[in-house]
């Protein structure tokens, strides 16, 4: 089936609002100290590595960056779906007084964020968990909410929202697609 595109944001788009939400964490977070950005393979992992980026241009420091792949804590792990293992890495600190930044790219029914919840609390219970995403499209299913938000965009069940990144798809853009009628 054909399916149309409509780009909602540029590349120079994606790159302020990251800004934006690096100033947000930082700020709600009382500074760097005790942050972990912990970004959701595939494309939460350059969205928080960009943020620790910006982090770092203003803030003077690194912020430890991890990277959690959620296959196996799936809900629908058994529904037919292939499995595509990715490397999980965490640096060494001591979660009970860390803070949690889970970075992904689009938050939807919530499900994604719920798995990665549980991954993380294998590794630790962290001091505090929250919760950044480039796009909130609504339609959750679970009682779960965004920290930080680059931009809330509206959509519908049929539409799906394609995040595109440099470091994975060689451009940086996000766009609707929905299925061609007739």
């Given amino acids: 089936m054909a399916t149309a595109e409509r780009a909602i944001l540029s590349a120079d788009e994606i790159r302020r609002m990251l800004s934006r939400m690096a100033h947000e964490i930082v700020e709600h977070n009382g500074g760097t100290q005790e942050l972990l950005l912990v970004g959701i393979r595939t494309r939460g ?3 928080a590595n960009r943020i620790q980026q910006a982090v770092s241009g203003f803030e003077n ?3 430890p960056v991890g990277q959690l792949d959620i296959t196996l804590y799936r809900d629908d792990l058994f529904e037919g779906r292939s499995l595509e293992l990715q490397q999980t890495a965490f640096p060494v ?3 009970a007084k860390t803070h949690v930044i889970l970075v992904d790219d689009v938050l939807f029914t919530g499900r994604t964020v719920r798995a990665a919840l549980n991954a993380v609390m294998d590794y630790g ?9 480039l796009i909130d499209r609504g ?3 679970l009682p779960i909410r965004p920290d930080y938000v680059g931009k809330n965009v509206p959509t519908s069940l049929d ?3 394609v ?3 440099s470091e994975i798809d060689g451009r940086d853009e996000v766009v609707i697609q929905r299925p061609r009628r007739g």
Avoid: F, I, Y
Wanted: glycine share 4%.
């Fill in 45 to 47: 992992v350059p969205l």
């Fill in 61 to 63: 420091t690194a912020l």
């Fill in 159 to 161: 539409e799906e929202v």
């Fill in 163 to 165: 995040v595109r990144l």
């Fill in 139 to 141: 339609h959750r299913e």
């Fill in 125 to 133: 219970r962290p001091r505090s968990v929250g919760l950044a995403v």
């Fill in 93 to 95: 600190v001591d979660m």
